[in-house]
DNA sequence: CTGTTAGCGCTTTCAC
DNA sequence: GTGAAAGCGCTAACAG
């Protein structure tokens, strides 16, 4: 456990002023032989600089700020994935908070950040209010958004009201006449209403006389699972579910009740996670690139730190993946 | 887009020098009066001290470098909640980088890390080498890992061994006589190895005369269905997989050669997934609570970090879940 | 209790 | 090219 050497140690070493150790670090210009005795030294020593002091002096953090709902889902797992090739590429580094799914503690994962002076921050929402708008323009850094959507803050998200047109297309090509969105709670406005409002577009588009039913669930396989009783009341000829993992659930429930996929019932899901190939039968799923989102979210905070002009967008990145889950309605 | 205020500015707003406002913010002896005045100061302009110059100050990051092979899977998800849950709870944050399954990378990350002045640092190792070990020597702070082990490290991780004789002796006592172990490669030593080793000691101790057939695969879904064929062709009673994924890729397989699982073959993984207790059927698996792990290991960093004596452990917090996929063999 | 003072380790003028 | 010197914003003695 030796002390830890600072700039002036190797200056020392090395025979130079500190301030021609501090050239050589940020490539100044420093003559051959200095240069090399410099490096010799660093080597030797295994000199870090403070990383503190560094930052302290210049301003700049190279440090961005990431509020994420929570780590153990599908989708966080490849959006981080997503930011974390951009910034380690751009020499950034992440700052990870964790809201808990609680919009209260999202808004104090960010002051917190703020204060913690990093460079930017990436907000993975679960609901954009009021209180954002005011500690967005009260931080003097950028701010993006993606999960959630709101026409006073930068955001980048996956447009989930085509997501649900693109579904109820397809569903209403099927000649299904009755079925059930199983869908989640209205809190969520991108999962819970978007998602539900495309595919009512997108499916009486095409498909006038058609019932929707509506079921109310959450994110668990559990609930899911639970809900199929509610579910087969109806007596679909289709279900879609907002996401795979609620699909994954109540297949299995169909499976207990031998109700057969998709001879008795379609089934399909949002989001393309890999289970849904491997499933049986595997999922129709309206599939996202959450890592592709990722990094282009990253992308444009880095541009908003550069000061360039940006814009919130919708992303279309996603397509529909037909597998064995959905047949044409039987007349 | 206002200049960022000093401690210093808040002094001269309030009337103060501002070791009086420093002391104000770390708990220090002011009075009443003056405090009342820095505070409203402080609240009226919104000032929020400098990270980087306290820390430059006090040595101290608060700060604990993760390293993570990924961060989109299963146990990676899970093992950062728990992490999460105990630094955030005792003041300090996360700082993550991932190694993407790559060695180099992984000490790259840990270089990186000690560098920029974080206290600590928890990896997920994918193999620890003579590299990591000059690394840490010359380290002036802790470092735990988790995920694989090694004498000369501190670590704490799932006790693979323990998980594989578990299953071991449970496949034993449903008496199968003929099965296949579907692993993966051997450089991973904690799945690899151990989980392999583990089985055939739990299994051949109960069953001498059982065979093992050993088959290797990777981590995907994809591999896994592949390896179906050679699977079968040692015509096994039951297959035990390296992981969840494994086993759910193989099902899969089984179910599109209408072998019936566990009427014909019975089917096992290893980790606890969520999915295996919806697949049809459902899957058997020895569960490891990665999240608790995670804060095992976080409360074991933090502890080293108080410089109080700790071992390394394996962790047995695991349990067979026995679902519909295994059964007893037919005589 | 409070103000003054001296750095933490680094970058960056500014002369030489 | 190079060294001396002046801080970045903060904390922590130290007198008072």
Known sequence: MTQKLTIQDIANLAGVAKSTVSRYLNNGYVSKEKAMLI????????????????????????????????????????????????????????LILISELNSQKELDNISQLIQQGVDGIIVDSININDNHLKLINQANIPIIFTGQSHDKVNFIKVDDI???????????????????????????????VDRYKGFRQGFLANNPQGKISFVQTDCSLEQAYNSGDTVVSFEPSAVVC?????ALGLLRYFHEKKIHVPQDISLAGFGGYPVGSISYPSLTSLAFDYKHLGIKTAEK????????????????NMNLIIRESTRLAKI
Request: aromatic fraction near 8%; avoid cysteine; glycine fraction near 8%.
């Open 39 to 94: 490096d010799k030294v660093i080597r030797e020593t295994g000199y870090k600089s403070n990383f503190f002091a560094k930052r302290l002096k210049t301003k700049q953090s190279k440090l961005i700020g990431i509020v994420m709902p929570r780590l153990d889902s599908f989708s966080a797992g490849k959006l981080l994935t997503g930011f974390n090739i951009i910034l380690q590429q751009m020499g950034y580094q992440a």
């Open 162 to 192: 085509n997501a649900g047109k693109l579904m109820g297309e397809y569903i209403a090509s099927l000649n299904h006449q009755q079925v059930v969105f199983l869908g989640v709670s209205p809190q969520d406005n991108a999962v819970g």
């Open 242 to 246: 907002a996401t795979d993992n609620i």
């Open 301 to 316: 905070l880095l541009s908003m730190l550069q000061n360039q002009p940006v814009t919130s967008e919708y992303d279309h």
